[in-house]
């Protein structure tokens, strides 16, 4: 079993950055790949960032590339999304999942935190 916790969100201007973290218990992080997800009021959730077990793969969706970073320190069992250049449509709550396939599509995450809120004034 693998817990996840979230951390880092708030309220900031547009164009500013924030780093979500999320701390995850269990022994088995390091074999396990990483996403973020985020959901807007009324929408979707919607796939944001992927980081394989090793942390040498990562992948985003366009709407993340080139603003958004992921990575992990599994001596600290965390996974990180720096985000920057930050747009009023990033407003969502961000959660953080664990899977054992590195995918985009949230079926495949069998762990997720509670999330974190996010809202970037314009």
């Known amino acids: 079993q693998v817990q996840l916790v979230e951390s880092g969100g708030g309220l900031v201007q547009a164009g500013g950055s924030l780093r979500l973290s999320c701390a995850a218990s269990g022994r088995t992080f390091s074999s396990l790949a990483m996403g973020w997800f985020r959901q807007a009021p009324g929408k979707e959730r919607e796939f944001v960032a992927a980081?394989?077990?090793?942390?040498?793969?990562?992948y985003y969706p366009d709407s993340a590339k080139g603003r958004f970073t992921i990575s992990r320190d599994n001596a600290k069992n965390t996974v990180y999304l720096q985000m920057n250049s930050l747009k009023p449509e990033d407003t969502a709550v961000y959660y953080c999942?664990?899977?054992?396939?590195?995918?985009?599509?949230?079926?495949?995450?069998?762990?997720w935190g509670q999330g974190t809120q996010v809202t970037v004034s314009s």
């Open positions: 999942a664990a899977a054992y396939k590195y995918d985009s599509s949230p079926y495949e995450y069998d762990y």
């Open positions: 980081i394989s077990w090793s942390g040498v793969s990562t």
